[in-house]
C-alpha cells in the first residue's frame, strides 16, 4: 500500500499544550499534504510540503519532512477546543499520477477546555 | 461564492437500488475525485477524472460508475451490485497539475449514504 500512516490514531491533550502527529509512507513523494476533519464534514487542508523542502510554518502549524526516513510530522503549537478534529497526512507519490493523493488512517485529536 | 457541493447530505436507498450522488464545483478546476470513508478509516479512491470526458478507476471502484459530461460535474452511481456500500462519500477538486499551482483537494461536505 502507498498510503501514509498517522501516529498515534488518538490523542487527548489539554488546551494550551502542544500536539504532535506523526505521519509514514512507503514510496518517494513529490509532495506531503496535511488534513483536518471535523466530525461528519469535508476535509480541509491545512499544509503542504515539498519532498526537497524540510520544514514548513503556518500560522500555529509546523511540519517537518524527513525524506531519508519516509516521515512526516505536524505540531500544533498552543491547541485550542476548537482544534479538535482528525488529523490526515496525504502523499502525492512520484511515478504515479499527477494530482492523486494517498490518505492515511488519520490521527484523532481530542483538545479538553 | 467558490466551492464544491454534494447533494444530498443524507441518502437512504433499499438493496437493490441504484442511487446517485451530486458533486458540484465551481473552482474551475480541472481535476475531480470520489472517496469512500468508512468509520475510523482513511480515504479510499473510487473512481478520479483529470479531464472532462475522461476518468479512470481508483482502487475501489467496483460497483461505481461515475461520468464527467461538464468540467463542473461529477456524479457518482453506487449500484447494486456494490456489496456495502453503508459509507461517507467525499467529493474533491484540484486545479490541473499543468497549470503549476500546489495540487491540494478541496473536498464538499459529504454524503452519507446508508442502505436500509
Known amino acids: 500500500s502507498q498510503q501514509g500512516e498517522e501516529d498515534p490514531q488518538a490523542l487527548s491533550i489539554q488546551e494550551g499544550e502542544n500536539a504532535t502527529m506523526n505521519c509514514s509512507y512507503k514510496t518517494s513523494i513529490n509532495n506531503l499534504q496535511w488534513y483536518r476533519q471535523n466530525s461528519g464534514r469535508g476535509l480541509v487542508h491545512l499544509i503542504l510540503i515539498r519532498s526537497n523542502e524540510r520544514e514548513k510554518h503556518s500560522g500555529r502549524l509546523r511540519v517537518t519532512l524527513d525524506t531519508s526516513k519516509k516521515s512526516s510530522s505536524l505540531l500544533i503549537t498552543a491547541s485550542r477546543a476548537a482544534d479538535t478534529a482528525s488529523y490526515f497526512c496525504a502523499t502525492e507519490s512520484r511515478g504515479s499520477t499527477l494530482g492523486r493523493l494517498y490518505f492515511g488512517r488519520g490521527t484523532q485529536l481530542t483538545v479538553w477546555p | 461564492d467558490g466551492g464544491i457541493t454534494q447533494s444530498p447530505k443524507y441518502l437512504f436507498r433499499k438493496e437493490g437500488q441504484n442511487v446517485t450522488l451530486s458533486c458540484e464545483q465551481n473552482l474551475n478546476h480541472d481535476a475531480m475525485y470520489w472517496y469512500r470513508q468508512d468509520p475510523g478509516q482513511g480515504l479510499r479512491l473510487i473512481y478520479y477524472?483529470?479531464?472532462?470526458?475522461?476518468?479512470q478507476k481508483g482502487d475501489i471502484a467496483e460497483g461505481y460508475s461515475v461520468s464527467r459530461e461538464k468540467k463542473e460535474s461529477f456524479p457518482l452511481t453506487v449500484t447494486s451490485a456494490q456489496k456495502n456500500p453503508t459509507a461517507f462519500y467525499l467529493c474533491a477538486s484540484s486545479i490541473s497539475r499543468t497549470s503549476g499551482y500546489n495540487n491540494e483537494q478541496f473536498f464538499g461536505p459529504g454524503t452519507r449514504l446508508t442502505v436500509l
Open positions: 477524472s483529470q479531464i472532462v470526458n475522461d476518468f
